[in-house]
């Protein structure tokens, strides 16, 4: 029997190893690649997002120099948004007590304030009546409110029938003609002798990249006719009421002359960006007592938009120790020691004896310089310096040398905070003089 030829064995083992040695490669080559994309995905996976640069936080820069302030250019143009030295619009502002961009003003309020920024070159005067084009005061709207500001265009008026304001000014309002789509003036037949203002102090300014805030202290000013003396006084509150339509006596600050006002106070050689000398201000009135507000505009490609207005709220801890404020019948008292020496006409004797009050007032309150009295006699002003209350003193007591028994003298008391700050005394024939050289 013949046998039958087959794969012999060493072969056949060589092939199975062969076939085991391709499996086991093919298996290491897929691990490897698994592992490579498994490892790539894990890459990935743990590669970190890019880190996003936080935009820097605009703190402001905050302006406080009182001369960096009237030579920039960007608060001149803020601050004329804000009513552009028009007391009816600073009228219509305080008034508000308060507003934001975002509530819902009304259209007599928008154009209150946009009127303001109506300039004498942008009045008609040919006609009969002055008139300013609707066209220039919605150019004005926009540019107090925001490009995207709209308003009815209707009458209005101006200090809301007030008439501490309205029969001083002349023009108490705007009547629109829609015929020729213009505002005509509504106008009283008074003369714009001494009207009432309210000016504003500008105490600091925080400049931002996108806005602007300015705060300011306000001013009330009445003005009083003097008969007696035929004169102008103005009297300066701390405060108004829209209420009432009143100066509130406990309000008051001082009382001085125009020309006082006029020349010091609002001395054009010297004039801010709010229409103040804030040295003198200063000086004769106690700004801490004064209330403060807070414009803030917002930045637009033409300039600043009106955004808010608002109280500054100031929290001030009570301790055992603060000297407490004096009540209106501690400030009376205090007062009429002087008082009864004010007026015209004065003898010398008077005037002496007025000196030696001061002197002994000012000897008991040595430690209270808010009470100090400073006296100032024709040119001559005697002031406190260095807190050296016995300086003062001294000077005030020689001044008793250089009074005239056969003489009259007029004497007039500075009030701050309303209490007596300083005596002005004046001889009657050099007062005379003086008004006959004006």
Known sequence: MERKKGIPLVALIIFIGLLVAIILTCIIILGTNKNKKTSGENQIAQTPAPVEVPVEEDNGEEIVDEDEINSDSDIQAAYKITGNGKTFAKYAIYESQGFNIEDDLSDTFKLQLAMAQVTNSDMDTQSSKKSVSKDVVESYVQKVWGEDSEVEYKDFS????????????KTTGYIYNKNNAS???NENDVTEEKPSEIPEIITKVVKYNSKIEIYVKPLFIQTIYDSDNSRYLRALYKNYNFSSKEYPLSENIMVITNDDYESVLKASYNQDVDGLNYKEVNQNIDLNQ?????YTLTKSTNGYNLKSFEKVEVNRPSTDDEDKEMTEQEKAKFNEKFDIYTGNGKTGNDVNKLLEQI??????????????VEVKFNNEKISLEDDDVEALNEKISELIEKIDSDKLYNVKAIYKSAIIKSITITEENAEAEADDEE
Do not use: A, G, P, R
Request: without cysteine; hydrophobic residues 20%.
């Open 158 to 169: 101006l200090y809301s029938s007030d008439t501490n304001f309205t029969e001083q000014y």
């Open 183 to 185: 505002y005509e003036l």
């Open 290 to 294: 004064l209330t403060e507000y807070k």
């Open 359 to 372: 002197v002994t007032s000012n000897e008991e309150n040595t430690e209270k310089t808010d009470l100090i």
